[in-house]
């Protein structure tokens, strides 16, 4: 990597981001910045590139915690600085790892100090290390979740809180909070998303033009980064003094009455929760006026803000991705605008974006633009909140009612294969019925996964149900155990005091029983014998709720298809529920029925996916209605290719499409292959009187507690 970062000014396009990141720079009461888009679109590039426009910050000579000199933290753990010098440093970019540990996160206590010499020796984290600074986190939505609230936690309240059994440290944790995600990973959940102060989508530019100068800068940055840097000194230069203006500005910025008003109305009429995003709105607005170097903010300073604010919180259900709808926007604001606001002034001199040589002068802000790594010319167009493009955002289209499932016909039940097509038929995707919410299936046993809402594990979170010896680092103390442990030896060890000696060996750390999220694999039925009985709709319904339910207990999900002659992995594993639902809505419906080869394909999914995460158990639901055509002997080869599945301890659930009066039972004998449950459309139900979660949990008394997959 290259010592000297990428010029802010140097990029090409990605003007709301870039707008967004200076705003937070200018005011960080905004709560910081989430970027949503495809890889490859420069989103850390960016990032990396203002924090050499950052202010440098004074801070207390040698406190870890970067203490302001002017009003030093009376909590600090390295406190207290009465006496100790000042020093001034640049600000600080700190990277938080997908894969890092809470101790790293918050800082570590050396718990056997504190009990045997009662001393808080604390280690900072990199909260400590971002105070004052730039917390930067890469694919947020690929933390786990405590790591995630504990990280939410600081930047709302300015404070991070280490607990440790009695022992407590704080230390002031004031940081600008960037975030990245791509949405084909998955989302985060929105009360989380609510706590960033703001979100923008970004996505490579579709113009060769400008993909062809974003490919040049980055090779002219490769090949000598302190040159490029160099040329894009004076405006890297005007841009550092054009923030730290903006902030000296930003204490007489004036919201006036009509002002709140207008934000109010806008926060009202689009439903949002809460009062966050008013508030969120108001710092947003002040900081856009002072950008502009006004001291009363104006309706277009609230427009923006909205679209800035305010997508991430119309979110009504998880399968709804972030957007606003703008021409309500404008209604409202001219439903409730002031009579008289004044004329808008033109920019003030001085800024960039008054450079016609400068990165971006008078050119016209680019959407989406930016590539993986690095951009181009027209940096500074993200400096001009008046000339922002509109946000297209992206909106999953409302998917109409099915009609009700007609009730199949018995004599068609019981004959084979007469509507099905023996190689094609296939048929146009039919809409997906009403979601609902559905028990919870989980899998038997305790496991060691990763945190989640499913079923039942052993987690770093949850009720404490033993002790043991520390494997690795001690992060979770059993205090009794303990001091149960050291008791004895207290005389052999000379103890003469009230303190008691602890050792090493005496250490417990607590084991503790939450829930984990698992690999929920869904192998869906999509042949002619499901569409020709028209309940398709319903089915796909159900495996939408399935879904839903799958996203708010944090499982990963895979979705397998087979119809016509062959099965197929339309979703490999992820943790993209939204990409689910979207393969589902096109799945088209037709042919024969080759369960045996759907089975198969699961089996080998399910293999690959205990070498990648072992610790991740599987959940496979097979939604049919158990009939098996197609190839030689099909029914003995799905059943199989069951066992086969069963008698590696997969644990499994079989919802039963069958309907009408005259059922064969197939899928009933597919589950009990599969040493599984089978459970019909009306059981799945929450609503349901059958006890579904009790039979599913019954499969641990028939079989050894299942491999970890």
């Known amino acids: ?57 004074p801070v207390v000579t040698g406190c870890r915690f970067s203490c302001d000199p002017a009003a030093p933290d009376p909590a600090c753990p390295d406190g207290p600085h009465e006496t100790y010098g000042a020093e001034e440093r640049p600000a600080r970019m700190v990277e938080l790892p997908v894969g890092a540990s809470e101790d790293r996160l918050v800082g570590a206590l050396d718990i056997e100090r504190a009990l045997s010499e009662g001393v808080k020796a604390f280690e900072p984290g990199l909260l400590a290390d971002a105070h004052r600074g730039i917390l930067y986190v890469d694919e947020v939505n ?54 960033f102060g703001l979100t923008v989508e970004v996505a490579a530019s579709r113009e060769p033009d400008q993909r062809v100068e974003v490919v040049r800068r980055r090779l002219a940055y490769d090949a000598d980064p302190e040159g490029f840097a160099a040329r894009w000194a004076a405006e890297e230069g005007e841009l550092r003094e054009r923030i730290a203006a903006a902030r000296a500005l930003l204490p007489d910025v004036v919201l006036g009455d009509a002002v709140l008003r207008q934000i109010a109305a806008v926060c009202a009429a689009f439903e949002v929760d809460g009062m966050r995003a008013d508030i969120v709105m108001a710092r947003t607005a002040s900081a856009l006026a002072a950008w502009a170097g006004r001291t009363e903010v104006r309706e277009e300073d609230v427009r923006q803000a909205a679209l800035l604010a305010l997508p991430h919180r119309r979110r009504r259900n998880p399968f709804d991705a972030p957007g606003l709808d703008e021409d309500k926007l404008d209604q409202v604001l001219e439903e409730f605008g002031a009579d008289d606001d004044p004329e808008p002034d033109p920019e003030p001199d001085g800024g960039p974006e008054d450079d016609p040589d400068g990165p971006g002068g008078g050119q016209p802000p680019q959407d989406g633009d930016g590539d993986g790594g690095s951009d181009g ?44 097509a023996p190689g094609g038929g296939e048929k146009a995707a039919v809409a997906a019925g009403d979601p609902f919410r559905t028990r919870r299936l989980d899998v038997p046993g305790l496991g060691e996964g990763a945190d989640g809402r499913r079923s ?21 103390l059993h205090l ?17 005091g009230p303190g008691l000696v602890v050792r090493r060996d005496d250490l417990r750390e607590a084991v503790r029983e939450g ?68 393969r589902l809505g096109s799945l088209p419906t037709g042919g024969r029925t080759p369960l045996a080869a759907g089975l198969l394909k699961a089996h080998e999914v399910l293999r ?102």
């Open 1 to 57: 990597m290259a010592s000297v970062p990428y010029p802010f000014t140097a990029v090409v396009g990605m003007s709301d981001m870039r707008l967004s990141l200076l705003l937070n720079a200018i005011s960080p009461a905004i709560g910081g910045v989430l970027v949503r888009g495809e890889k490859g679109t420069a989103k850390s590039t960016i990032v990396r590139g203002l924090t050499a426009l950052m202010p440098d910050v």
């Open 142 to 195: 690929l933390l786990h979740d405590h790591l995630v609230d504990l990280l939410l936690d600081a930047a709302a309240m300015g404070a991070s809180y280490v607990e440790r059994e009695g022992v407590s440290v704080r230390h002031a944790a004031r940081f600008l909070l960037v975030g990245t995600m791509n949405p084909e990973e998955g989302e985060l959940r929105p009360q989380l998303l609510d706590r």
């Open 377 to 420: 010319p027209q940096g500074q167009d993200a400096q001009a909140p008046h000339d922002q493009p509109a946000h297209d955002q992206p909106q999953l289209p409302e998917q109409p009612q099915s009609p009700d499932p007609a009730p199949a016909d018995p004599k068609a039940q019981s004959e084979g294969t007469e509507n099905e």
């Open 456 to 476: 039942r594990a052993r987690t770093a979170h949850g009720r404490t149900t033993g002790a043991r010896r520390p494997q690795g680092t001690l992060t979770k």
């Open 480 to 496: 009794a155990a303990t001091v149960q442990a050291a008791a004895p030896h207290q005389v052999a060890r000379g103890r003469s």
């Open 515 to 582: 829930r984990e999220g698992n690999l929920v694999l869904f192998v869906v039925d999509a042949s002619g014998s499901m569409a020709a009985r028209k309940r398709m709709g319903a089915v796909k319904g159900a495996v939408l709720s399935l879904l839903l339910d799958a996203y708010q207990r944090r499982d990963k999900i895979g979705m397998i298809t087979f119809r016509g002659s062959e099965a197929e992995l339309a979703l490999p594993p992820t943790s993209s529920v939204e990409a689910g639902a979207a």
């Open 608 to 709: 690959v996916e205990r070498l990648r995460d072992a610790s991740r158990r599987p959940l496979l639901v097979v939604v049919t209605d158990g009939r098996s055509t197609g190839g030689p002997d099909p029914l003995v080869r799905t059943s199989r290719a069951a066992r086969l599945l069963g008698a590696e301890g997969v644990a499994s659930v079989v919802v039963d499409c069958e309907a009408g009066p005259v059922r064969l039972g197939l899928a009933r004998e597919l589950a009990r292959d599969l040493q599984g449950t089978a459970v019909t459309l009306d059981e799945l139900r929450a609503d349901s009187v059958s006890a579904l979660v009790r039979d599913v949990r019954g499969q641990g008394t028939n079989h050894t507690t299942r491999r970890a997959a």
